[in-house]
């Protein structure tokens, strides 16, 4: 189907450490988003990315699109405690007329000082 | 501002009762949706609307209605039918109408609440 999975569901980790989150489709997409929600906040637009094998970088934040388009990650370099929230992907929804989007379920990054 | 408005950020319901959650925005977007979020669930579309006087059913629309009658105004009407309605709701809309190629700015969210 059009889910997408998000791995790991939770990452504890040493604040300085770096973090990982994956995002997973089983079919082909045209972009993926990266949204970040803080503890009892809304989720935040970081970033999308549209092209095969696309980098971009956020100061510590460097999000990854694959060469097949059928998965993306968010790597965090050096992780400070203003990191913790949960990481959502999301794609396009294709059904119907393209105007919304599908969310994975999120990591949940908490960072101990 | 400009930003998304919801009101409350806190409701609570009675059985049987039909609640409706305010979201404004003035941020002149044509696009305005609705989430709801449970623990460890992610976002889960109930309804959007890409243009005024028009919307369309996200996964989980029974139990709940909604209108747009003004773009700047996107009301979710919680309905009696609606068996599990305790969660986070989120309003977000985008600028343009292709809301999945957009980024979705949110409101602060309105938790609801069964008494």
């Known amino acids: 189907g059009q889910q997408v999975m998000q791995i790991p569901q939770y990452q504890h980790v040493q604040e300085g450490e770096d973090f990982t989150t994956y995002c997973n489709s089983s079919?082909?997409?045209?972009?993926i988003q990266w949204y970040k929600q803080r503890p009892g906040g809304h989720p935040v637009f970081l970033i999308q990315?549209?092209?095969?094998?696309e980098v971009k970088k956020q100061k510590r934040l460097t999000f990854q699109f694959g060469e097949a388009k059928k998965n993306s990650s968010l790597h965090i370099t050096a992780t400070q405690t203003t990191d913790v929230g949960t990481y959502f992907c999301?794609?396009?929804?294709?059904?119907?007329?393209?105007?919304?989007?599908?969310f994975g379920k999120g990591t949940k990054l908490s960072v101990k000082p | 501002d400009g930003g998304i408005t919801q009101s409350p950020k806190y409701l609570f319901r009675k059985e049987g009762q039909n609640v409706t959650l305010s979201c404004e925005q003035n941020?002149?977007?044509?696009?305005m949706y609705w989430y709801r979020q449970d623990p460890g669930q992610g976002l889960r579309l109930i309804y959007y609307?890409?243009?005024?006087?028009?919307?369309q059913k996200g996964d989980i629309a029974e139990g709940y209605s909604v209108s747009r009658e003004k773009k700047e105004s996107f009301p979710l009407t919680v309905t009696s039918a609606q068996k599990n309605p305790t969660a986070f709701y989120l309003c977000?809309?985008?600028?343009?109408?292709?809301?999945?190629?957009?980024?979705?700015?949110f409101g602060d969210g309105t938790r609801l609440s069964i008494l």
């Open positions: 079919t082909t997409l045209s972009n």
């Open positions: 999301a794609r396009l929804n294709y059904g119907g007329s393209q105007g919304n989007l599908i």
């Open positions: 977000a809309s985008t600028r343009g109408g292709t809301g999945g190629r957009q980024p979705q700015h």
């Open positions: 609307s890409q243009i005024v006087n028009d919307f």
């Open positions: 941020l002149n977007h044509d696009a």
């Open positions: 990315l549209v092209k095969s094998g």
